[in-house]
């Protein structure tokens, strides 16, 4: 029984006046032009896999900042010691992909005062497309009545965690979770009039999932 022909290619090449002629051997067995042929198809099918791999394999990477934070209200109930509050976002997201169109499916905000969770919304905004090198903004608003928060000098330190669910224009059935957090000095109704208290645009680490 022959051995099936192992992976160690030879190439000759023959030097003809204005003419080069080149063959391929394999443990000595010239290789016909289908044979090569199948061979470069293989390589080229392999390479385009591993090209998808590492594209689809990662989360499309998503450039977050927080440009406006405020307290609209910020009212203490000081019967049972309950704030009731108003923060509202003014939030940039930009996909700074030249190529791929990002769709998004969910979008949820979450904020934490001292590791504390205290507001959880998920914005009605999605499902939308959005284009390449494209920005979009949105606006969440949280609001409710956790317990007492503290301030520091009428400065409220909110850490968010924007939590996506998104997929490429092109594939929508690859979902990707990344999360953006983001650490913000959010100036209260009240402060926001002192010189150098006003709110300052902070830009987002964003995981790639």
């Known amino acids: 029984m022959a051995l099936p022909c ?11 006046p204005l003419a080069m002629t080149c063959s391929m051997t394999c443990n000595g067995k010239k290789l016909t032009s289908c044979t ?95 284009g390449t090198k494209n920005i979009t903004i949105l606006h969440p608003l949280l609001q409710g009545q956790p317990s007492s928060l503290e301030t520091d000098a009428g400065i409220y330190s909110i850490d968010l965690q924007f939590s996506f669910r998104i997929s490429r224009r092109v594939l929508k059935g690859i979902v990707y979770k990344p999360v953006g957090m983001c650490m913000l000095k959010v100036p209260s109704s009240s402060n926001e009039t002192t010189p150098g208290s006003s709110f300052k645009a902070t830009e987002c680490l964003v995981t790639r999932h």
């Open 36 to 130: 090569i042929l199948s061979i470069f198809t293989a390589i080229a099918v392999l390479a385009g896999v591993i090209a998808f791999v590492v594209i689809f394999s990662r989360s499309p990477k998503l450039e977050v900042t927080v440009t406006n934070a405020s307290m609209t209200q910020f009212n203490l109930n000081s019967n049972n010691n309950t704030l009731y509050y108003n923060l509202a976002l003014d939030v940039a997201i930009r996909n700074p992909s030249p190529t791929f169109r990002v769709h998004y499916n969910r979008i949820e905000v979450a904020a934490k005062y001292r590791e504390q969770k205290f507001a959880l919304v998920t914005l009605s905004s999605p499902p939308f497309d959005q």
């Open 6 to 16: 192992m992976p160690l290619l030879e190439f000759t090449c023959i030097n003809i």
